[in-house]
Nanobody
């Protein structure tokens, strides 16, 4: 069983950048696709981005295309989410999750979830 652990969240201003990390413990990440999701207060959890186990395929929510970049370093068992040009509407708890269904945008495609890291973007 893999246990994802997120880090890198924080409080930034609009237009700033942050890089989130999702590190695996308990099992290698390299066999899993990994997705990033976020949940803002009072809203449902939504898909942000996903990357295949090899890193050769990615998928993004339309609102983050061109601003966020997902990548992975399987040698380090870590997946990254580089977030640029942050907006107040990006404020949420960000979760990473691992699964076997490729770069799906549906939460049901992921089986192992982290505890989340808070990202707050002030205007």
């Amino acid at each position: 069983q893999v246990r994802p652990v997120e880090s890198g969240g924080g409080l930034v201003q609009a237009g700033d950048s942050l890089r989130l990390s999702c590190a695996a413990s308990g099992h290698t990440f390299s066999i899993y696709a990994v997705g990033w999701f976020r949940q803002a207060p009072g809203k449902e959890r939504e898909f942000v981005a996903a990357i295949s186990n090899s890193g050769g395929s990615t998928n993004y929510q339309d609102s983050v295309k061109g601003r966020f970049i997902i990548s992975r370093d399987n040698a380090k068992n870590t997946v990254y989410l580089q977030m640029n040009s942050l907006k107040p509407e990006d404020t949420a708890v960000y979760y990473c999750a691992a699964g076997w269904r490729g770069v799906t945008a549906t939460p049901q495609g992921y089986y192992y979830w982290g505890q989340g890291t808070q990202v707050t973007v002030s205007s």
